[in-house]
């Protein structure tokens, strides 16, 4: 099953947020028209603020979702601020929600601000984003912020327990909030595996879900570490190439000041941004991206 809340009280781990969301579905004009939602990837950015916009909106066509990965530039901002102006087709409001703002170019930024300044009285924008310091410190400023946090284990728990009528064992669940690393989405993707698979061991489940990010990230930093060419042959049987691009972006940023990492930084530069800002996310791109550190770890032994 694909399991997504679709209300506040189905909202699991984000108990500090709780009483102000409950605040703001139970009267609608209390929501602020500007809202930023800031966290890791899969902890309810952008359901929560689905939720919010379904007791805005009285008709679908009020609802625009925009991935800012996609449509990021100045005359994508234009278009939304022509469109902002044109009165909801239902009796509700209109809301826009932007996700992976943090992809927009700093001139979209800068227009976007300004149809934020003065929004029309029924316009909101929900901007969701994993990198809110890449932003531009007006556009936080004008904005209600809401900070959402990774499960620890006694919400991915809760949240499992919730959805799978509490079918899975404590080790089973244990075993999917240390692979998951708290990401909400992610354990859930990993216990509908469970299921479907009837996995009972930690072994079973080692096999059928593989790595998770909080191994990966353990993997990788091991391999800066200690230069161990076993463990990146064990790192590059990891199937799932795009999750390990990822970890290994954050990795090699939060493990800068390490001298392997200081070495290699400025030629992995490179690739990060032309996957990023051409969106060249292929399999070839990404394993390039891997073999790019690899290779120049393995020339500071040689």
Not at 102 to 130: R, Y
Not at 226 to 248: G, H, S
């Amino acid at each position: 099953m694909s399991f997504r809340p679709t209300d506040i009280g189905m909202i699991f781990g984000q108990d500090h947020l709780q009483d102000l969301l409950i605040s703001w579905v139970e009267d609608v004009k209390n929501i602020p028209q500007q809202i930023m939602f800031a966290g890791p990837f899969g902890t309810g950015k952008t359901t929560i603020a689905r939720i919010l916009a379904g007791h805005i909106v009285s008709s679908v066509n009020d609802l625009k979702e925009i991935n800012a990965a996609d449509a990021r530039g100045i005359d994508d901002v234009r278009g939304w601020a022509d469109s902002a102006r044109f009165s909801p087709l239902g009796n509700g409001g209109k809301v826009y929600i932007i996700d992976e703002l943090h992809q927009m170019t700093t001139v979209a930024q800068s227009a976007l601000l300004k149809i934020l300044e003065e929004p029309p009285s029924n316009v909101f924008f929900f901007l969701c984003t994993t990198e809110p310091h890449k932003l531009l410190p007006a556009l936080r400023s004008r904005c209600t912020h809401i900070e959402l946090r990774l499960l620890d284990l006694a919400s991915t728990c809760s949240l499992l327990n919730f959805v799978y009528k509490r079918k899975l064992s404590r080790e089973i669940l244990e075993a999917i909030h240390y692979k998951s690393g708290g990401h909400a989405r992610d354990a859930v993707k990993m216990a509908d595996v469970a299921l479907m698979t009837g996995t009972v061991t930690v072994d079973e489940l080692d096999k059928r879900v593989g790595y998770g990010r909080n191994e990966i990230e353990n993997l990788i930093k091991q391999i800066i570490t200690k230069l161990d060419f076993n463990l990146i042959d064990t790192l590059l049987r990891v199937y799932e190439v795009d999750l390990v691009a990822q970890v290994i972006d954050s990795v090699v940023d939060d493990m800068f000041m390490n001298e392997n990492v200081m070495r290699i930084y400025s030629q992995l530069l490179p690739v990060r941004v032309s996957r990023r800002e051409y969106k060249l996310s292929s399999s070839e791109q990404i394993k390039h991206f891997i073999s790019m550190l690899i290779s120049n770890l393995k020339d500071k032994v040689e």
